[in-house]
């Protein structure tokens, strides 16, 4: 344990209420310490694991409207390069 933690001062004009709500929006959390103990309670209660999220996610559809479209210029392109009479 540290005896003589460095101190650093944070400027003024942190807002809690911008962080609380960026905390509520992400799933996060807020927290405040005013003193180096109260830091030290904070970290301890973060989660020192990463958690990941799995997921599907359907694409096909995007491709199919990929491939459609490059269907539909190869037409219109072979029109355009070979005017019937």
Not at 20 to 29: E, H, L, V
Not at 37 to 43: D, M
Not at 45 to 60: A, C, F, R, V, Y
């Amino acid at each position: 344990m540290v005896r003589n933690p460095p101190t650093f001062s944070i400027p003024a004009g942190i807002d809690p209420s911008t962080l609380q709500s960026i905390a509520a929006n992400t799933d996060g959390k807020y927290f405040t310490a005013s003193s180096y103990g109260e830091l030290q309670k904070v970290f301890e209660k973060l989660q020192t694991n990463m958690i990941t999220k799995h997921g599907d996610e359907e694409i096909s559809a995007i491709f199919t409207v990929m491939g459609a479209l490059f269907a539909a210029t190869a037409v219109t392109l072979s029109f355009v390069w070979h005017v019937f009479p």
